[in-house]
C-alpha cells in the first residue's frame, strides 16, 4: 500500500506540473499569436533560455519558426530571428515599436536617459548626444584627449600579469570621465570609478529594492554619482573661467535667451547614458580583439605592421591624429569581425506601445519583442566560413555595406557612439601592440552568453615588443 503510494507522489507532481504549464499557455492563448511556449507562470522560459542560450533559441525557431513566442527576463516576448522583419523593426519606433529595456535599468539610469525617451524628447536628447560625439567632434576635440590618456594608460605594462578584462573596462571609464567632465585620474575619478560600478551591476539586477540587493546598491551608488556631478556643475557655474571645453561645458551652454538647453537632471541623465552605453560596448570589444589576435598570428602580424607603418613616420614623443586613424583599414576590419564573431550585441529590445502587427500576426500591447540578430552574424549565407576569425572580409568596405550586420543597431536609434567606440578600441590597440607581447595564463572561461564576459576575469603576462 505504501510503496503503491510513494509511486503515486511523482505521478501526481508531474501531473500537477503539466497542469500549471497547460493553464500559463491558456493564459496567453489570444488569436492571432506567434506560435510558441509560454514556460512556468511568472518565471516563464528564463531558466532555459539562459541556460541553453543561443541553442534555446535555434531550437525553438526550428519548432516555431523564425518569429515565436516566450516568456523571458520576466515578460511576454516575441523573439524575432528573420533579418528583413529585424532591420523593419528598428526602422519602425514611429510605428510603435519603442525601446523595451527592463525596469531595473530604466529607473536606475534615471528617466531622461535616452532608452527611456520617446517622440520628440528622443530627438532632442540624442541630437544633444550627437552634438557632443559625432565623428567632427573626435576629429576636433576629443582624439587628442582620448590618445592622451590611452598613452599614459598603457605604460609600464611590462613584465606584469594583468586581467586585461578589468584594465579595458578601467580604460573606457576613466577616459570617459576625463572626456565628459574632464576629471583626470586620480581620488576623484576613483572614487566616481567605483560608484559608477556599482550603477552598472544594480541596472542589470533583478529589481528588488531591498538593503543587500545589487539594485539596491546600485541606486545607493546613483545618488553619490548624482551628488558629484551636482558639485561639479555649481563649481562650473560658480567660475566661469574654469571652462574646460569638455561635454560638460557643452552641455551647459545655454541658447540665446541664456535658457539652458537640458535641465541639470537632464544634463546627469546623458553623463550617466554616455558612460554606461560605452562601457561593455567598447571594453568586451576591446578584449576580445586581443583574444582574436592573440589567437590569430597572421591577422596579428598584419594588425602590428598597419600599426608600425604609422609609428615609423612619427617622433619619438607622437599622438595619433585623424589622418591616422582613418587610415588604420586593418584594425577597422578587425573591430567588425570581432564584433561580429564574438556577438557582442545579441540583439535589441523593443516594447509594443498598441497591438501590433507582424507577419500577419497580431503582437499585444505591452509585450517585448527581442530583436535577435545574433545568428544573421553566422549565417553562411552572409558570411563565408561563418566560425572563422576573418577581418580580411571586412576590407574595403564600410560598415554601413552590411546590410545585416546590426552590431551598431539601426534606425532612428543607431548608435551615436560608433564612431567614437571604434576609436577608443583602435587607440588601446595601437599602443597595446606596439609596446607589447603577450600571452594568456590560460585555463579562464570565456562565456558568449547572455554576455560576453570571463567570470573569473581574464589575465596575460605582458612583456614589451
Ligand atoms: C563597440 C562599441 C559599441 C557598440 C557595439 C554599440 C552598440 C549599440 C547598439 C546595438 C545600440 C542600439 C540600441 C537599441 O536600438 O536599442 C546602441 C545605442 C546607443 N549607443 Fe552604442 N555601442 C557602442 C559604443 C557606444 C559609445 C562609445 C557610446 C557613447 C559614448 C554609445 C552610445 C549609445 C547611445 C547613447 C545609444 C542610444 C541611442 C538612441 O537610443 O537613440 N555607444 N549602441
Not at 504549464?21 to 507562470?41: F, Q, S
Not at 560600478?197 to 539594485?215: A, C, D, E, K, R
Not at 594568456?440 to 573569473?456: Q, S, T
Request: aromatic share 12%.
Amino acid at each position: 500500500m505504501m510503496g503503491i503510494l510513494l509511486l503515486g507522489v511523482p505521478f501526481l507532481f508531474l501531473f500537477i506540473c503539466c497542469g500549471v504549464l497547460k493553464l500559463n499557455e491558456l493564459r496567453y492563448r489570444k488569436k492571432g499569436l506567434p506560435p510558441g511556449t509560454m514556460g512556468w507562470p511568472f518565471f516563464g522560459e528564463t531558466t532555459e533560455f539562459l541556460k541553453q542560450g543561443p541553442s534555446f533559441m535555434k531550437n525553438q525557431s526550428a519548432k516555431h519558426g523564425s518569429l515565436f513566442k516566450s516568456h523571458i527576463l520576466g515578460s511576454p516576448t516575441v523573439v524575432c530571428m528573420e533579418p528583413e522583419l529585424n532591420r523593419y523593426m528598428l526602422m519602425s519606433e514611429g510605428k510603435g515599436l519603442v525601446p523595451g529595456y527592463p525596469q531595473s535599468m530604466l529607473k536606475i539610469m534615471g528617466k531622461w536617459n535616452i532608452g527611456a525617451v520617446e517622440g520628440s524628447l528622443h530627438k532632442t536628447m540624442r541630437s544633444s548626444m550627437l552634438g557632443l560625439i559625432r565623428p567632427t567632434m573626435i576629429r576636433d576635440k576629443l582624439l587628442s584627449k582620448i590618445d592622451e590618456f590611452i598613452n599614459a594608460f598603457l605604460c609600464h605594462w611590462n613584465g606584469q600579469v594583468i586581467d586585461i578584462q578589468e584594465k579595458t573596462k578601467e580604460m573606457w571609464l576613466l577616459s570617459a570621465l576625463k572626456l565628459i567632465a574632464g576629471i583626470e585620474t586620480g581620488p576623484l575619478s576613483e572614487s566616481m570609478k567605483k560608484e559608477l560600478y556599482g550603477v552598472l551591476t544594480g541596472t542589470i539586477s533583478l529589481p528588488i529594492y531591498f538593503p543587500g540587493t545589487n539594485y539596491y546598491r546600485g541606486f545607493k551608488a546613483r545618488e553619490k554619482v548624482i551628488s558629484m556631478l551636482e558639485n561639479i556643475i555649481k563649481e562650473r557655474r560658480r567660475d566661469p573661467l574654469c571652462c574646460q571645453a569638455d561635454m560638460l561645458d557643452s552641455l551647459l551652454e545655454t541658447d540665446s535667451e541664456n535658457e539652458a538647453k537640458l535641465s541639470d537632471e537632464q544634463i546627469i541623465d546623458t553623463i550617466l547614458t554616455l558612460v554606461y552605453s560605452g562601457f561593455e560596448t567598447v571594453s568586451t570589444t576591446t578584449m576580445m580583439a586581443i583574444k582574436y589576435l592573440h589567437d590569430h598570428p597572421q591577422a596579428l602580424e598584419e594588425f602590428r605592421n598597419e600599426h608600425f607603418e604609422i609609428k615609423k613616420k612619427k617622433s619619438s614623443d607622437y599622438k595619433i591624429d585623424w589622418n591616422d586613424y582613418k587610415s588604420m583599414e586593418f584594425t577597422r576590419a578587425v573591430i567588425c569581425e570581432t564584433l561580429r564573431l564574438a556577438t557582442v550585441v545579441n540583439g535589441v529590445l523593443r516594447k509594443t506601445t498598441k497591438d501590433t502587427e507582424l507577419k500577419g500576426y497580431i503582437i499585444p500591447k505591452g509585450w517585448k519583442i527581442y530583436v535577435y540578430s545574433r545568428e544573421m552574424n553566422y549565417d553562411p549565407l552572409v558570411y563565408d566560413e561563418p566560425f572563422s576569425f576573418n577581418p580580411w572580409r571586412w576590407m574595403n568596405q564600410n560598415l554601413e555595406s552590411h546590410h545585416y550586420f546590426l552590431s551598431f543597431g539601426g534606425g532612428g536609434r543607431l548608435c551615436p557612439g560608433k564612431e567614437l567606440g571604434i576609436v577608443q578600441v583602435s587607440l588601446f590597440l595601437h599602443y597595446f601592440v606596439t609596446r607589447y607581447r603577450w600571452e594568456e595564463i590560460g585555463g579562464e572561461k570565456l562565456l558568449k552568453f547572455p554576455r560576453v564576459e570571463a567570470p573569473k576575469g581574464f589575465h596575460i603576462r605582458i612583456w614589451d615588443y
